[in-house]
DNA sequence: CTTGGAATGTCAACAACGCTGACTTAAAGT
DNA sequence: ACTTTAAGTCAGCGTTGTTGACATTCCAAG
């Protein structure tokens, strides 16, 4: 370890973004900027009573309406336990509609309801509106190598999730 | 909501990046990264019984050794208690020290031992493996980028934080 | 010297959200 | 018929966040 210490001098400017404190503030800079990330909506799912998971939840199956449960624990990355809690509620309350498949009965589809689709609605514009302040301050340029850097920090499974649902409205 | 739907045709290509599009992909970017960010430490920490809420104190003792509680807390943005509970398992482990203050014996100052040290190390180095293969994936330029897009996302006091830290070792 | 407030620590209780393990139901595949 | 798959459920547990209440220690102001 340690092996690109300040003044080490591998090739000196050209790499200097591989020094350990640079990386080392890269770390505290995902720290910082993921907490401001989730600020806005954690403050909204408070007033429901929903937290982070709801949040995740709602979000996907808006992006996919229709998805199965299985697909869903594939992109959240969490125990069917886990996301059956969560579901359960947003179902119960009526945010949330589970349909029985048709070509395969097993199968249960999600889709949000009005009530889904507005919540998921003031969850997005806040965290849009974060992005779009912080994409406007930090330029076009910024924002392409933002991505590049996030793709490339991202587990290969995750990175699959992550352009597959790309591919659906989307060709960036 | 809604107010830059992809072909709505503000000004073509030059905005195309603040699309509600291109925000949600870099919303789900952020999600799918972060997951990637804390995946090796996770691993590691399990090994020791520990969990993200020690990563964290470990690595802002280890940033600024001889911090005191307060200061901890307002890094991490948790409560007292909360903090407490992980800094009690961590010097009762023997990886943190606290010693009385000199000038105010009130406050406890934190130091990571020659285990804690290790740990971090250990720690850091995952992280910082992840974060280097990520940069020079991405490249010079898009590291530039990354870090603006990033600190444009912090909250005030967070960025405040992140700089303050900064500035220790470092000019960037 | 006394008192107020700041810094710290501790106890108790609780909630969100991960996890494992065991089990059921229903449907599909073979 | 038998196995596998998709989904749901119950029980229990761990980490990490929260509030609220309270004790201790110590600096500093009156």
Known sequence: MAENKAGGGISGEALLFLTDEQLRKGIEA????????????????EKYGYGRAH????????????TNVNNLLGILGVTKQSLNRVLRTLIEDGLVESRV????????????????NALEAELSEAQRARMRAAYREAGHEAV????????????????AHFHAMSSKEDKG
């Open 30 to 45: 995902m720290f910082f900027a993921y907490r401001g990330f989730t600020a806005d909506p954690d403050r909204i799912l």
């Open 55 to 66: 949040h995740r939840a709602v979000h996907f199956i808006g992006r996919s309406p229709g």
């Open 101 to 116: 498949g048709v070509q395969d009965k097993r199968e249960r589809h999600l889709y949000l309801s009005e009530r889904g």
């Open 144 to 159: 392409a190598g933002f991505r590049r850097v996030l793709e490339a920090m991202m587990d290969p499974d995750q990175a």
